[in-house]
């Protein structure tokens, strides 16, 4: 079936890298997703990747994909107080852009000054 | 450009009671979809409407509905509300055939006592 898990908690120093990672149980998934959600707030989305693409970087953010392990991870580079949210991975499935998404749990990232 | 709105954004309402939410979507985009976020949960997948149909569906009962309007505009139905539908509601909405993400609204806080 389709299902996204995430770990749930992430805590870093300010200046760091952060790592979040996500894997999906189904490989048909299309677009795979980074939303980013702060408290009360909807989903802003950060980043997204293509099946079909290893890699995307899109200023200090670094999306990796391993398909063969069904395997997402976000890096944030250079992380700040502001970039503490909780962070969800959605895959996306069915008709291309449109598809619906399953999204993992969430993971937090605190970040620590 | 207006990003994907949503109304209302706080609801109290209590069991048994009807209720009804609604979304724009961006400008230019076409489908709408909507989530159901649990408190500490990631966002489920309601439906998703195009063209003025229900396109797909996720695991949710009949008391759950929806509308697309010409202007591609959207509204979530839910009847017989039960404590268990107090939730984030979330829309997001895309344009078929397109390669852009979804993008999300702010959501609708539904509170049932």
């Known amino acids: 079936g389709e299902d996204v898990e995430q770990s749930l908690f992430l805590s870093v120093r300010e200046g760091d890298s952060s790592v979040i990672n996500c894997t999906y149980t189904?490989?048909?998934?299309?677009?795979l997703y980074w939303y980013k959600q702060e408290p009360g707030a909807g989903l802003q989305l950060l980043t997204y990747?293509?099946?079909?693409?290893d890699m995307k970087q899109d200023q200090r953010l670094t999306v990796l994909l391993n398909k063969k392990d069904k395997h997402l991870s976000l890096r944030i580079a250079d992380t700040q107080t502001g970039d503490s949210a909780i962070y969800f991975c959605?895959?996306?499935?069915?008709?291309?852009?449109?598809?619906?998404?399953?999204f993992g749990q969430g993971t937090t990232l605190q970040v620590k000054p | 450009d207006a990003g994907v709105t949503q109304s209302p954004t706080h609801l109290i309402k209590t069991r048994g009671q009807q209720v009804t939410l609604r979304c724009s979507p961006k400008?230019?985009?076409?489908?709408v979809s909507w989530y159901q976020q649990a408190l500490g949960q990631g966002p489920q997948f309601i439906f998703q409407?195009?063209?003025?149909?229900?396109?797909q569906r996720g695991n949710f009962p009949d008391r759950f509905s929806g509308h697309q309007f010409p202007n591609y505009s959207s509204e979530l139905n839910v009847n017989a509300l039960l404590l268990g539908d107090s939730a984030l509601y979330l829309c997001?909405?895309?344009?078929?055939?397109?390669?852009?993400?979804?993008?999300f609204g702010d959501g609708t806080r539904l509170s049932i006592l």
């Open positions: 189904d490989s048909s998934s299309t677009y």
């Open positions: 990747i293509f099946s079909n693409m």
């Open positions: 959605a895959a996306s499935y069915g008709s291309g852009n449109t598809g619906k998404l399953i």
């Open positions: 409407y195009y063209e003025e149909e229900e396109r």
């Open positions: 997001a909405s895309s344009l078929t055939g397109g390669d852009q993400p979804q993008h």
């Open positions: 400008s230019g985009h076409d489908t």
